[in-house]
């Protein structure tokens, strides 16, 4: 039995003997081994897995990019606003854009956006590299408009703890919802960039 395993490719451990059988027929077959509690005379093959010739897609994360303002573009963000939230919406539906909202150098005393003082722009993206967020950020009105400045972009890699996660999005969801209904739309009310 030992023999036939091995013709597979496989590699198996013969309990009884406390021995290790292999065939190097295929490179890309591994057993990985496991000891066992009770002995027996059968070879056992525990778990088998396959490596793959292909190279895995680049892994993603969340960061947190926070893009400041040129000094002296409010005029230009409130023109560009209405075409940068209709952006929002394919980045958000797609999972790239994970929240985002607008940084402001003071707290504002009403909910009209034209008399914020904004300072930039925050987003929680979900990307592989630092260029390639510079590259998604350039594409955005705020960018191509003179809004953002695209150069001067803090990047942090944001590493959330399961715990507070799920707080986190309650939170989120607790605000969102509400306002979600109110207006309709993304807005000024829903910290949305």
Known sequence: MVSQLCNLSTRVLCRSHNRTFSSPTRSNVRFRLHKTPAPSPLPVIIQRSTMSTETAAPKKFEWLVVIPDFPGV???????RPQH????????????????GAVLNEVP???DPSKFSFAGSTIVI????????KEI???????????WDVENVGFYFLLLSPDH????????LRLYV???RKCGRFCAHSGTP
């Open 74 to 80: 409010h005029s230009k963000r409130m023109e560009a």
């Open 165 to 172: 996660l799920t707080s986190w999005m309650a939170c989120l």
């Open 137 to 147: 950020l350039k594409k955005d009105i705020y960018a191509t408009s003179g809004v």
């Open 178 to 180: 509400p306002i979600r």
């Open 126 to 133: 979900v990307a592989e590299s630092r260029d390639e967020i």
């Open 85 to 100: 939230f209709a952006g929002l919406k394919p980045a958000m539906d797609s999972g790239l854009y994970q929240m985002g």
């Open 109 to 111: 005393q009403g909910d």
